[in-house]
């Protein structure tokens, strides 16, 4: 038995030695021979033979290892007294003799003196892998009591999942202090060094791609394990772990780059595996199946090129000092951390910076990249300019608009010179001459209270034969834009209105958006139009398209449709809340469209979701700001009313109009917008997750899963509500985002379809004045109605939707953080929030939530919270218990927090105490917790959850 485990040993050290760049085969070595000591303690001793091996493996410094390895140069001593094995900070279960498995928790040693940190002839400080095994009072609070069996064992042998990666203290500290994983090693220089490959020609990608060896994407940096990042597959099925700061070769979060199947590993993961097969028969009880092996494979790969540098190389953070300024530079530690710290020169400092750092530890700087060694751990770059006090709105707002390249600056002199000279502008005579004349119809916008760029206005009027003539008018922004001059180059350049909670980031010039396009009521104004006969049961049977000009009646805002939408008799309608109305029509005449808008509406919704289409609304915070400061002094979650998808309906139908009329008539110019399918892999996720909690969820068409979706919402389970917004929730995350593209660019027609509209051809026609794309659009429909060729060629509507995208993508980014800083400003205001959240996943050591009031999903780490253990089970629904400790002893630690560690058992419990209140967490429980704004090291304000503990 002693010689087949010592021939596991030896052949992964062989393993180790053919692949020294492989270093997340080292722990391997330290987890068998772990193993094998507890195995062999429990038996009968070591034989002679493997004796001799092992002292040769673990009583000198094990410096013959490569370099790069985590336990290079460390002094390996098992804990021959536990009955569990830590791998990187975690717990893996060991079967005792009787079979039953039973993990237990590392317990924390006493120490008289603290130790000296040591550093390895390589470079290397201490790992945490070395810490543990030499200095088990460092563990990580990963105390799960589960036995995770081989499942287990083979993802701490390949790669850490996110929730073991970022468990328990480790992963706050991980992410608060920035340690670079073992591949970034610090130099006599004091600069942490890596050893990227360099990057391959051009030529080699485009060929290896054909090949099928590299696949190019969008590089993904994980938020919560820096040191993973990922890419999509090109089959769909996952993703492409690009593992290690050497592997992801200094690509940005966003970028596009290529990406090497690293497929000779495969072969050393199974000789891996093999031996882990090997060795469970040997110590006993380990639960082992293939289906457990195959879960954990990830196909891995390493960035060969950067093909396009998508993100801006700018970034806001806080600048510290490095070494006490011994090298020459000072550290500027990013507010993402999925960006790069950067070396700046201590002469591009301020001034007091040498000599007062204390000053400047609350202050946020915005830099530049300048240059990235491939053999550097940091970049290095300059300072651009100080923002002002982390946590604050506008210096916090303007460094994530650099970042994500918004600009936000004033429209330059020649941009607004392209606009009429005269204000008021009067539309010229010869326009009226060249469009449809609808001043004389009943037409009004819809649109929130507070907007002042009203780009859409609807109308409707009942025909003898009892059909109706529905309108959608839409402002006539292509007119004042004339291809290719500054202005037309500024809208393309920022290619959509970015909305902050403070703040709009304007496309176009105010006056353009609010005074010359808008259509406000009263006035004449230039629009396109499209016109349908639709039947009061909402069959369309006709249909119009071309440019008009309108006077709009009257500006509505939800609030008052809505109030017409839900009153029966006009005349018990306050009239006096409603604006005023223009021209000849009267507000009669406008309850009475808005109803049958509503009525046709409901049909055209029910027929669009009874042909699959599916919804899933994310919940949008809104807050009220204090008009003196700024500050928020309210916020709430916004809900859409009929009045939102009366106009909601009537949009879509535009834009598909207008998508079947570009195909028809410029078919290989037409620009689109497509929804991809949802990634596969995470689909297939969710619906384990469901199928274990005994939720009957279909994904196989949109239509299957809104099907899903409703009888959830229309079901007697308790507790619905929250279930069904936990799920809104998860069946979001595998959803792709749509995309523009030009119809030219793809030949396979079922990649054009929307797939959570459900319907073959879609594109935007309703929003010029914020979305570029609309205006592209426009230019395309007075193009096919007058019959001629669109300007622009296949190639370069494919760079136009490309770059829209980008911009839109970072648009949406940006509003998030803007919602995000503003519900951190307000809980910082607030001290504490108590508020109602679902459960959305159980860790090994963390509970995610979904805050029901907002929205946000918050982890709460097991380690925050006062518990003596806790133990996760998936054997059914997943489940974790939590044990409480006594109130006494809880308010005791924290006194003595920081001064004192307590002797623990194997069990994780403080010697000499009980064990205090058991619960029970469930996953889609709906539990309260406690949000508090807090800040470390150095960081912004960051909105933390805690579980309270239970009333007994």
């Not at 760049?21 to 000591?37: D, G, T, V, W």
């Not at 020459?328 to 070396?343: K, N, T």
């Not at 909601?648 to 037409?670: D, G, I, K, T």
Request: proline letters at 4%; hydrophobic letters at 35%; charged letters at 25%.
């Amino acid at each position: 038995m002693n010689q087949k485990a010592v021939c596991c040993v030896r052949t992964l050290q062989r393993l180790q030695r053919k692949t020294v760049h492989c270093k997340r085969y080292f722990k391997h070595l330290a987890l068998l021979q772990n193993l094998l000591e507890l195995q062999n303690k429990k038996r009968k001793s070591l034989s002679k033979s493997f004796c001799s091996h092992y002292s040769v493996a673990h009583s000198q410094k094990l410096s013959a290892m490569d370099s790069d390895s985590k336990i290079a140069g460390q002094t390996f001593q098992p804990d021959l007294s536990l009955e569990g094995v830590l791998v990187e900070n975690h717990i893996i279960g060991v079967a005792p003799l009787d079979g039953n498995l039973g993990g237990k928790q590392l317990g924390k040693s006493k120490r008289r003196k603290p130790r000296k940190k040591k550093v390895s002839k390589s470079g290397l400080n201490d790992s945490p892998l070395s810490k543990a095994s030499v200095d088990p009072s460092l563990d990580s609070p990963s105390c799960n009591k589960g036995s995770p069996g081989l499942e287990a064992f083979v993802q701490a042998s390949s790669t850490p999942t996110d929730d073991m990666c970022n468990s328990g203290k480790s992963s706050k500290s991980r992410s608060q202090k920035r340690n670079y994983h073992s591949e970034t090693t610090p130099s006599k220089g004091g600069i942490p060094k890596m050893n990227c490959n360099e990057y391959w020609p051009l030529a080699r990608v485009e060929e290896s791609i054909k090949e099928g060896t590299v696949i190019a994407g969008t590089f993904r940096i994980s938020q919560r394990n820096y040191s993973n990042a990922y890419i999509t597959s090109s089959d769909g099925d996952g993703d492409i772990l690009i593992e290690g700061f050497n592997h992801r070769n200094r690509a940005f979060h966003g970028d596009i780059v290529a990406v090497e199947k690293m497929e000779e590993e495969e072969g050393l993961k199974r000789e891996v595996q093999d031996i882990a097969r090997r060795l469970a028969l040997e110590v006993g009880n380990l639960q082992i199946t293939e289906e457990n092996i195959k879960k954990t494979d990830k196909k891995r790969g390493r960035v060969v090129r950067i093909l396009e540098k998508k993100h801006s190389r700018k970034l806001a953070g806080m600048l510290k000092q490095y070494k006490n300024n011994a090298f020459g530079f000072a550290l500027l530690s990013p507010q993402d951390s999925r960006l790069p710290r950067l070396m700046i020169s201590l002469n591009d400092c301020p001034k007091d910076f040498l000599t007062r750092p204390q000053d400047f530890e609350n202050v946020l700087f915005m830099a530049e990249v300048t240059d990235w060694k491939r053999t550097n751990g940091m970049a290095s770059g300059k300072l651009i300019k100080e923002l002002g006090a982390s946590g604050e709105i506008v210096p916090e707002t303007e460094g994530f608009l650099a970042e994500y390249s918004v600009d936000d600056s004033a429209f330059p002199e020649d941009v607004l010179a392209c606009l009429p000279g005269e204000f008021p502008w009067k539309i010229p005579d010869e326009e009226y001459a060249k469009r449809r004349d609808l001043r004389h119809d009943v037409i009004f916008t819809i649109d929130p209270a507070t907007a002042r760029d009203l780009d859409d206005a609807l109308s409707i009027k009942q025909n003898e034969d009892g059909n109706f003539e529905v309108g959608v008018h839409i402002a006539d922004v292509s007119f004042f834009i004339e291809e290719g001059n500054a202005l037309d180059n500024a809208a393309a350049s920022r290619a959509t209105s970015v909305y902050l909670v403070q703040k709009v980031v304007p496309m176009l010039p105010r006056a353009l958006c609010e005074n010359l396009c808008s259509l406000n009521p009263g006035e004449d104004k230039l629009t396109y139009s499209v016109i349908w006969t639709i039947t009061p049961d909402g069959k369309v049977l006709e249909e119009w398209f071309g440019r008009s000009v309108i006077r709009s009646c009257t500006k509505l805002s939800y609030d008052h449709a809505q109030q017409m939408i839900e009153t029966d008799d006009p005349n018990s309608l306050d009239w006096t809340q409603f604006p005023e109305i223009g021209g000849s029509c009267k507000l009669t005449d406008v309850y009475h469209c808005v109803h049958n808008l509503y009525q046709l509406s409901l049909h055209l919704r029910k027929r669009r979701f009874d042909s699959g289409a599916l919804a899933l609304n994310q919940p949008k915070l809104t807050f009220t700001l204090d008009l003196e400061t700024g500050l928020p002094n309210g916020f709430g979650m916004f809900l859409a009313r009929d009045s939102n998808r009366l106009v909601e309906e009537f949009m879509l139908l535009a834009n598909m109009a207008v998508a079947h009329r570009l195909v028809r008539s410029v078919p290989e110019h037409a620009l689109l917008r497509r929804h991809p399918f949802p990634n596969s892999k995470m689909v297939d996720d969710l619906l384990t997750l469901c199928k274990r909690c005994d939720i009957g969820l279909e994904t196989g068409t949109s239509k299957d899963l809104n099907s899903s979706l409703e009888k959830l919402k229309n079901s007697d389970l308790p507790n619905k509500e929250a279930i069904y917004f936990a799920l809104v929730s998860l069946c979001s995350k595998p959803m792709q985002l749509a995309k523009y593209f030009c119809a030219g660019e793809i030949e396979d027609v079922n990649q054009y379809r929307h797939y959570a509209l459900n319907v073959p051809l879609y594109t935007h026609f309703t929003s010029p004045i914020r979305r570029y794309p609309d205006v592209i659009v426009h230019r395309m429909l007075t193009a096919a109605l007058q019959e001629q060729k669109v300007k622009q060629g296949v190639q370069e509507l494919k760079k136009v939707a490309d770059h829209c995208n980008d911009k839109k993508t970072s648009a949406k980014k940006v509003q998030e953080l803007s919602v995000l800083l503003f519900f951190n400003a307000y809980i910082r205001e607030a001290g504490e929030l108590r508020e109602s959240a679902v459960i959305v996943g159980l860790l090994g050591s963390a509970v995610d939530v979904l805050l029901l009031h907002s929205g946000f999903v918050k982890r709460i780490y097991c380690n925050s919270l006062s518990l003596h253990k806790w133990k996760v089970s998936k054997e059914s629904k997943d489940t974790m218990k939590i044990y409480w400790k006594d109130e006494n002893e809880a308010e005791l630690e924290a006194d003595e927090k920081g001064t004192i560690n307590k002797q623990k058992t194997n069990d994780g419990e403080a010697a000499g105490s009980t064990i205090g209140l058991e619960q029970t967490l469930q996953i889609f429980d709906k539990i309260e917790v406690i949000l508090r704004s807090e800040k470390k090291d150095r960081s912004s304000y960051t909105v933390n959850a805690y579980i309270p503990r239970p009333e007994t």
